[in-house]
């Protein structure tokens, strides 16, 4: 099913789909293997304008719509999720800007991540701080026109690859969630350096790695939206991110699902191909139905986001259930 796709939608899927196949397929397993982050691809995908339909085009993007970005994502992740991530998770790093960042912000940062020429990552994860992000160690204490951040994030994708960073640290402790704040953080400022760097079992062309901020010194100017707001930043960030993962899983699943059609024509039992035996067919049908029903879900969910969209809510979901006072 195409589900309405526009003609540029339909443009970008195939633009996408060729990318996956002519350059991410042939180096896939090397990369997975060898954990190496793919560069070359990067290149690849910043010579056919992908980082751009990240980016609306106020800000010199063509889209930044999420509807086009799960498209994009599936048809990536169909081949290889590791080495779709150094898209998808610039998306991530880029949408505290997008969603809190002054107007400045956005003019500086966001036509650097449309053209592809830097890459973003997002940091809120900690050692202590997974499901329970409100948990966050890191501190920023303002010192004149600076914040000082200090603490370490782990399980940070793109880290160390990645030159602008969305960074999640407590402004005020005693507040709690409602004390965390959202900055900007470069790669070469003094006082950030990269940690550990995950050996994982699967998506290992992506750097998965720890960032560590020692009197790390920026720029109050760098600080995205108020002192406090953190939290409900980043919890925007999840509404519109989340149905990217769901479009993830949806690639991961019609890869799988490909690679099992592909093989059960081509193995031969009792002078057939198994494809030809109804009971593999009907586990291929089942494949088949629950992958059309996520996709379905994805795209209803990240239609949400299109503007005039009927199934678009008055609130984002995270919104309706967060505090009136935060909204
Ligand atoms: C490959 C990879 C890349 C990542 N990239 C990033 C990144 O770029 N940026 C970033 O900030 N983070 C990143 N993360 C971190 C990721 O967001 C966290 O792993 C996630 O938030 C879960 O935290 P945790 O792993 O500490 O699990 P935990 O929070 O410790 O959870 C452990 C288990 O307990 C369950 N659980 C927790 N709380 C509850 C509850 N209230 N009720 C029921 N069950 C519960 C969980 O579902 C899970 O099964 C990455 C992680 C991985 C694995």
Request: net charge negative.
């Amino acid at each position: 099913m195409e589900y309405f796709l526009t003609e540029d939608q339909l443009e970008m899927k195939e633009i996408a789909r060729r990318i996956a196949e002519e350059k991410m397929r042939p180096v896939s397993e090397k990369y997975d293997e060898e954990a190496h982050f793919p560069w070359d691809i990067v290149e690849v995908m910043r010579q056919a304008d992908l980082f751009a339909i990240l980016i609306p085009e106020e800000y010199d993007g063509i889209s930044g719509k999420v509807v086009d970005l799960a498209i994009v994502t599936e048809e990536l992740c169909a081949v290889d999720v590791g080495i779709a991530l150094a898209f998808g998770v610039t998306g991530l790093g880029m949408y505290p800007i997008l969603i809190g960042g002054s107007e400045e912000q956005k003019r500086k940062y966001l036509p650097q991540i449309a053209s592809g020429e830097r890459l973003a990552a997002f940091a809120l994860t900690e050692a202590n701080a997974g499901s329970d992000a409100g948990a966050i160690e890191t501190t920023a204490r303002r010192d004149g026109d600076h914040y000082v951040i200090n603490g370490t994030k782990q399980w940070i994708s793109n880290g160390g690859e990645a030159e602008i960073y969305t960074v999640f640290a407590m402004t005020d402790r005693a507040k709690g969630a409602r004390g965390a704040s959202c900055f900007i953080v470069e790669k070469d400022t003094p006082g950030f350096s990269f940690g550990k760097k995950e050996n994982k079992m699967g998506i290992r062309a992506n750097s998965t790695r720890e960032l560590i901020f020692e009197d790390c010194r920026i720029p109050a100017e760098n600080i995205i939206g108020r002192e406090g707001t953190g939290f409900i930043t980043a919890m925007k960030v999840f509404d519109k991110s989340r149905p990217m993962v769901g479009a993830q899983a949806v690639g991961v699943a019609r890869g799988a699902f490909e690679t099992a059609i592909r093989y059960s024509q081509q193995r031969q039992q009792f002078g057939k191909p198994i494809s030809s035996f109804q009971a593999v067919q009907f586990m291929l049908a089942d494949m088949a139905t629950q992958i059309e029903a996520a996709r379905a879900l994805v795209m209803q969910t990240a239609g949400w986001w299109m503007p005039g969209s009927r199934a678009m809510p008055r609130n984002p979901p995270c919104v309706n259930t967060m505090p009136r006072m935060w909204r």
